[in-house]
């Protein structure tokens, strides 16, 4: 037997504690599952006394893909701003390169249209692509 502790609020998998160990003590919340009932390469939780493997409820993937569509356009701001501050330096003698500008605002709009986004679909409809 193996004794899994688990969040109660998250219901996820915190840590295993086998009987051939002879710890002093066990975190609760815990219940006892059989040695051939662990699957250590996923994410598992506990519901309802019930061991099982973790899906992520819709609203967390929905956000967590929002977030990374939103960190790629702060990434291309990131990684352009040294040509605004360059732009603003007059003795530098460079010019903005060709499209900069327009993927700058095309980066703070998409941002905004996929905050906008209430469903799956309409954030993976939106394609990053600047070229």
Known sequence: M???NYDTETTLVKGYYPDSINYTLIPEPFIEIEDDAQVLDKQMCVIDGIYQEYVMPDNLVLEELKSQK???CKNYLTNTDWQIIRLSDPTS???LKEGVADNRALAR???DQIK?????EEVNAININFQ
């Open 70 to 72: 939103i960190s790629e």
């Open 109 to 111: 709009s998409l941002q």
């Open 2 to 4: 193996i004794k899994v």
């Open 93 to 95: 003698g460079e010019s």
């Open 116 to 120: 906008a986004c209430t469903t799956l």
